[in-house]
């Protein structure tokens, strides 16, 4: 027999033996590297060349309705397998990641967050997964501290949402700091956000009158409440229109504010000597550096509300205020 005979003979057959794990493996099947070595009279290298060249076809071709497939290998039971990864599900290091920042949050009453993390876990994590996952986060879990408010906001928010999405006033009867008297406000509701550990809701005052008790008396600037603050709560069929113009944009808003407090934009200079300027610049997204002297930087940033004031004051003597 002359050599391209011989290549073409050992070419049927790797594609013989290719062709037979690959559709052993699609219907769920385990296969042993020893046994297809002995069954096609092979090495186990050529078999894990097969496998490998499965494993690159898969690699480069995405299988259809959002899945991909993998060959990996199963200790317990001693055998390459299908392994079908969902990529409209959270990576298993995604998960992890993502319940460690929810429990940091301390967003919400502690059955509420066990149970989304529940939730979470058994939707997006393989259930081999699913215990490793849920051992990293016990003891935090455990340990978690919920916020002193108690109140599960999930239904206020997804109604402000909605509110938002349909550009229809709200009314709400709002409790604001401890001892003060319960007030009701017609708003234009703009946004939903997160900050230190509560859900606020960023809001146009829809009254004049009421406005002029306010520092900022236009509507260039809105207002903030928290979400937990909120005694009622009720979505009104009265709409109202915003130019795309003049949307509001949650985005550039969360850049400029601290600690949600509201008031006017503002531009802030000062001169940082601590040791993170980076965390100075994470703090304040809109913080530029000026210029670098000494002994430390100056920095300047566009800021909104008198929140900032309070962020400068904690800063200690590492900052002073040009």
């Not at 996952?133 to 919920?146: D, G, L, P, T």
């Not at 006033?169 to 509701?189: A, D």
């Not at 949307?247 to 969360?254: L, N, S």
Request: hydrophobic share 35%; glycine share 6%; charged share 30%.
């Amino acid at each position: 027999m002359n050599t391209e005979n011989k290549k073409d003979i050992q070419n049927t057959d790797k594609i013989e033996r290719v062709l037979y794990i690959y559709s052993k493996i699609m219907d769920g099947g385990l296969v042993s590297k020893s046994e297809l070595a002995e069954q096609f009279g092979v090495n186990e290298r050529s078999i894990q060349r097969d496998i490998d060249d499965i494993r690159n076809y898969m690699q480069d071709n995405l299988i259809q309705e959002g899945y991909q497939h993998s060959v990996i290998y199963d200790r317990e039971r001693k055998g390459y397998r299908l392994e079908k990864i969902s990529l409209l599900k959270l990576t298993n290091s995604e998960l992890l990641a993502l319940s460690k920042i929810l429990l940091d949050s301390r967003a919400f009453p502690k059955d509420e967050m066990q149970n989304l993390l529940k939730k979470i876990i058994m939707c997006s994590a393989p259930a081999d997964s699913q215990k490793m996952i849920k051992e990293q986060i016990a003891n935090e879990m455990f340990h978690y501290v919920e916020p002193r408010h108690g109140v599960d906001v999930t239904d206020n928010l997804w109604e402000i949402g909605q509110a938002i999405h349909n550009n229809q006033y709200i009314e709400i009867k709002y409790q604001g700091i401890q001892g003060s008297t319960v007030k009701t406000r017609k708003l234009k509701p703009l946004a939903i956000m997160f900050s230190e550990y509560y859900f606020y809701l960023v809001a146009f005052i829809d009254s004049e009158k009421v406005r002029e008790n306010f520092s900022v008396l236009n509507d260039a600037f809105p207002t903030i409440y928290r979400i937990d603050r909120l005694q009622e709560l009720k979505v009104l069929d009265e709409k109202f229109y915003v130019p795309y113009k003049d949307r509001f944009e949650e985005g550039e808003f969360r850049k400029r504010i601290q600690f949600m407090y509201g008031g006017k934009l503002r531009r802030v200079k000062f001169k940082y000597t601590g040791y993170s300027v980076e965390a100075v610049l994470d703090r304040l997204p809109t913080a530029q550096i000026q210029e670098k002297t000494e002994d430390g930087y100056i920095i300047t940033a566009e800021v909104f509300g008198d929140g900032i004031d309070m962020w400068l004051r904690s800063q200690g003597n590492t900052i002073e205020i040009l």
